[in-house]
């Protein structure tokens, strides 16, 4: 069996790294609007001393943010990617 236990120092760490990653994309144009409300909890779940959930909700904090990043380079819908591939032809 796999040990899950986090630490408070591990907890720590992934909330200034997710807090790095918004920064940065923030700094890009990117909206971040949707993993904000995820990071405060994970701090939230590390005053409680909760620090498996903190940690958890940090790494949903940092993937929000890297999917939103992912989101502004990535044409997602069928026009986007007619639109996009009729630029490259273009070029």
Request: proline share 2%; net charge positive; glycine share 2%.
């Given at each position: 069996?796999v040990s899950t236990d986090i630490d408070e120092e ?44 903190a940690f958890l909700h940090a790494v949903r904090a940092?993937?929000?943010?890297l999917e939103s990043r992912l989101e502004k380079v ?18």
């Amino acid at each position: 069996m796999v040990s899950t236990d986090i630490d408070e120092e591990q907890a720590k760490a992934q909330i200034k790294i997710c807090e790095g990653e918004l920064i940065e994309a923030e700094s890009d144009g990117i909206d971040t609007k949707d993993a904000e409300p995820t990071l405060r909890l994970a701090r939230a779940f590390l005053r409680d001393r909760n620090y498996e959930k903190a940690f958890l909700h940090a790494v949903r904090a940092r993937r929000m943010t890297l999917e939103s990043r992912l989101e502004k380079v990535i044409p997602h819908s069928k026009t986007e990617k007619i639109k996009h591939s009729e630029k490259l032809k273009k070029k």
